[in-house]
């Protein structure tokens, strides 16, 4: 129940295409859903989070969308960059006051020029 | 304003022995976070400390063990060291009490052999 499951393992889109990301989740009881984007050789960063609030939530050309009956979120890259190939990590979190992040397995994106 | 840092970056160790990794948080923030990453999955969290005391622990065995220090830095050790064991050691540092984001090390990249 603790597991958060992400798709595709891996994702090669064209430089301006759109890149799509899935996660799901089984605990309800997980109230923050970030996502990380990750460089060889470093740590993860985040590249923005929701709250099952709201249903969408963009910054830039990342947005999130939020499907809280399915218990499933997704990340969209618009106008993909090759500076966007990275590895991406969806989370979750409960609001217990001391945060623990469970992550998904990852997707290699890769975005060919 | 500096981020996290760990050191060392690599560490090589042999089966058996015993490690120690570091952390200084974030300027501002009092709890830490470490998470173990495997190559090719998604970072597992390890605990957390705030206020110089474990607050939550993953399923890690007791051969892991770490401390938090006045200045909120941090140290994580691993006893008896594991083939298994071999990964990138992440610390993340945060602001107890409130939902907001962890942000994470470059990690310390350790081979048991």
Known sequence: ?113 | DAGVTQSPTHLIKTRGQQVTLRCSPKSGHDTVSWYQQALGQGPQFIFQYYEEEERQRGNFPDRFSGHQFPNYSSELNVNALLLGDSALYLCASSLAGAINEQFFGPGTRLTVL
Request: proline fraction near 6%.
């Open chain 1, 1 to 113: 129940q603790q597991q958060v499951k992400q798709s595709p393992q891996s994702l090669i889109v064209q430089k301006g295409g759109i890149s799509i990301i899935n996660c799901a989740y089984e605990n309800t009881a997980f109230d923050y859903f970030p996502w990380y984007q990750q460089f060889p050789g470093k740590g993860p960063a985040l590249l923005i989070a929701i709250r099952p609030d709201v249903s969408e939530k963009k910054e830039g050309r990342f947005t999130i969308s939020f499907n809280k009956s399915a218990k499933q979120f997704s990340l969209h890259i618009m106008d993909s960059q090759p500076g966007d190939s990275a590895t991406y990590f969806c989370a979750a979190a409960m609001n217990t006051g001391f945060q623990k992040l469970v992550f998904g397995t990852g997707t290699r994106l890769l975005v060919s020029p």
